[in-house]
């Protein structure tokens, strides 16, 4: 028994690399987020890109929403649509219509 203890130690060292030295340190781990970045420098110029697109965004709707759009002409007045059997309790039209009373 004592010889296959022996045995068995001898073939883990031999396993592992030979002599039961310590072994070297392993070399420090680079990760992407460590890639010689400075942190602060990267959150103050995605700031930056996040005010001037607030920026930039608001004047093009500002200059969108005041040129002038349009109007629809009026339908035809087709005998199917708005067909009233009973009045509605607001009034004859209907409640989101543009009320047009003579």
Same mark, same amino acid.
């Given at each position: 028994?004592?010889?296959?203890?022996?045995?068995?130690a001898?073939?883990?060292?031999?396993?592992?690399?030979?002599?039961?030295?310590?072994?070297?340190?392993?070399?420090?781990?680079?990760?992407?987020?460590?890639?010689? +970045?400075?942190?602060?420098y990267?959150?103050?110029?995605?700031?930056?890109?996040?005010?001037?697109?607030?920026?930039?965004?608001?004047?093009?709707?500002? =200059? +969108?929403?005041?040129?002038?759009?349009?109007?629809?002409?009026?339908?035809?007045? =087709?005998?199917?649509?708005?067909?009233?059997?009973?009045?509605?309790?607001?009034?004859?039209?209907?409640?989101?219509?543009?009320?047009?009373? +003579?």
């Open positions: 028994m004592a010889m296959s203890m022996v045995r068995s001898v073939l883990r060292t031999a396993m592992r690399g030979g002599s039961r030295s310590p072994a070297p340190a392993p070399a420090k781990r680079n990760f992407s987020s460590s890639a010689h +970045h400075d942190d602060a990267e959150t103050a110029k995605w700031e930056k890109i996040t005010y001037a697109g607030i920026v930039s965004c608001t004047l093009l709707a500002i =200059y +969108h929403l005041s040129q002038g759009h349009p109007h629809a002409e009026e339908p035809p007045p =087709y005998p199917y649509l708005r067909i009233r059997n009973k009045e509605f309790p607001w009034g004859p039209d209907g409640l989101f219509e543009s009320k047009k009373h +003579h």
